[in-house]
């Protein structure tokens, strides 16, 4: 009976280490990358959702100048090149192209 309480001990000891990492930690995750291309007067995806610490690029892909703009963050207006931007603080974050923003070229990023 004392070797089967024994076993039994050694086992839930084993289980119980191999969950403190997973609880320790929250359950952590690797930072992504997600992108935004800009084309034809929008933002594809228009909405995005994310996970804080997570990055957005926007990439322009059109023959014409746009720029990102929200409370806090301004890309410079250009027709090629990208912008990247690290999400830290929970929240939703709507933007624009200033030039654009008449026509509809609005987005929002999701942060959870």
């Avoid at 990055?55 to 990247?84: C, I, L, M, P």
Wanted: hydrophobic share 45%; net charge positive; glycine share 10%.
């Amino acid at each position: 009976m004392k070797r089967i309480r024994i076993g039994l001990l050694a086992a839930m000891a084993v289980a119980a280490v191999a969950l403190v990492p997973g609880v320790a930690f929250g359950g952590a995750r690797a930072a992504s990358s997600h992108t935004v291309t800009l084309h034809e007067f929008r933002f594809h995806p228009g909405t995005l959702t994310i996970n804080r610490g997570d990055t957005v690029k926007w990439v322009w892909h059109d023959a014409v100048e746009h720029n990102v703009s929200f409370h806090g963050f301004h890309s410079r207006t250009q027709v090629h090149g990208s912008y990247s931007v690290r999400f830290t603080h929970a929240g939703t974050f709507k933007y624009v192209c200033t030039i654009h923003v008449s026509e509809g070229m609005r987005g929002k990023i999701i942060v959870h």
